[in-house]
Every structure is written in structure tokens, then in C-alpha cells.
């Protein structure tokens, strides 16, 4: 099986910085993109940033410039960097991926728990 666990939230005051992680473990052969989701009020997923294996990345417009996105292959393990944080950030963080667990098997996503991010003075 696969498990994605996410660390790093808090609160912090506006203006403020977070570094979240994704550590991805199990039965993994390759991982393919990975993303960080928001959770809506409405109970939706919205993706705020992804990045593909090699590297490619792609933002929301709302945090371009302020997040970045990261990932270490070797390590399985992803990162979200977060900086200049507005109230309107506010929400859980979920990380997911794409994995393949065998050679020519099926690439399926999982994703983590999520973590909690509270922007407020």
C-alpha cells in the first residue's frame, strides 16, 4: 500500500512564511506528478500547485510568486514553500500523487490527510 503524510501547517500572523512536506512511503516504483490541493468551503479540491517527475511546474495565479513547489525524487518526498501568506490562504493543505507500485502496473493517486493552515492575526 501507499501513504502520504503531510507536516508543516500552523498558524501564522499575515505576511508570514510555512514550509510544508509530503513524504510519500509503501510499495512505490515510480511516482508521476504530484500536486498540493486545497479544501473549498463547498467540500472541493482545487489544486494550488502541481509538479510533474522532471521537475515542471505549475501554480494558481493567486499564489504565483509567493508559493513554491519542490520535490526530491530520491527522498519521495515533496514540498510546498509558502510565503507572504494572506488570511485567504487559510484552508487544509492535501498532497497527492500519481504512483506506479510495480513495473508496467497501473499509475493511481493517493492522497494524504491533509494538514491544517490558519493565516491570522
Known amino acids: 500500500q501507499v501513504q502520504l503524510v503531510e507536516s508543516g501547517g500552523g498558524l501564522v500572523p499575515p505576511g508570514g512564511s510555512l514550509r510544508l512536506s509530503c513524504v510519500v512511503s509503501g510499495n512505490i516504483f515510480k511516482i508521476y506528478a504530484m500536486n498540493w490541493y486545497v479544501q473549498t468551503p463547498g467540500n472541493q479540491r482545487e489544486v494550488v500547485a502541481g509538479?510533474?517527475?522532471?521537475?515542471?511546474?505549475t501554480y494558481q495565479p493567486s499564489v504565483k510568486g509567493r508559493f513554491t513547489i519542490s520535490r526530491d525524487n530520491a527522498k519521495n518526498t515533496m514540498w510546498l514553500q509558502m510565503n507572504g501568506l494572506r488570511p485567504e490562504d487559510t484552508a487544509v493543505y492535501s498532497c497527492?500523487?500519481?504512483?506506479?507500485?510495480?513495473?508496467?502496473?497501473?499509475?493511481?493517486?493517493?492522497w494524504g490527510q491533509g494538514t491544517q493552515v490558519t493565516v491570522s492575526s
Open positions: 497527492n500523487a500519481d504512483v506506479q507500485t510495480y513495473d508496467n502496473g497501473p499509475v493511481q493517486a493517493y
Open positions: 509538479i510533474t517527475s522532471t521537475g515542471r511546474t
